[in-house]
């Protein structure tokens, strides 16, 4: 078992967080001792392991807090769609790495801007989250979706 210091200093996430994960039940302490200390196990670690992951693909606590509450949340799916994720994002950085590296090099030659184009990187996102589409968070993320790009286009 760990401290929520302990965990804190482990995961890079604020005491904070922590306490704020555990108040809306999104990350429970697995015990609490009886001086008020949280307390985690591993199975509380690795849920903060698919919490992060989840921040990562832009869903907001809530909507991670119905996906890993949901019956039919799969580990290994949310694992390799966030694994497939992560190497997108590593693909564009070394294409802005590169462009960076040229225009040193040669300066601005060749006007091409694909290393900033994210598409594959947002379709994929998008794809992610419609695979935990059937929470009632993700529809409103996608409702809120749609207006945000309706606007956007105005």
Excluded: C
């Amino acid at each position: 078992m760990m401290t929520v210091h302990e965990v804190s200093k482990i995961s890079g996430v604020s005491i904070r967080a922590l306490h704020h994960y555990d108040k809306i039940g999104l990350l429970p302490a697995t015990k609490v001792t009886d001086a008020g200390y949280r307390l985690y196990d591993d199975t509380a670690l690795e849920r903060l392991q698919h919490i992060l992951l989840f921040k990562e693909l832009e869903f907001s606590l809530k909507e991670i807090k119905d996906i890993l509450d949901s019956p039919d949340f799969d580990r290994s799916k949310a694992l390799e769609q966030q694994i497939h994720l992560l190497e997108l994002r590593k693909e564009h950085l070394q294409n802005l790495i590169d462009l960076a590296w040229g225009i040193k090099g040669i300066g601005v030659k060749n006007m091409s801007f694909d290393a900033f184009d994210t598409r594959k990187i947002d379709e994929y996102a998008e794809q992610a989250k419609a695979s935990w589409g059937k929470t009632d968070a993700y529809k409103e993320y996608e409702k809120k979706y749609e207006e945000d790009s309706r606007e956007a286009v105005l």
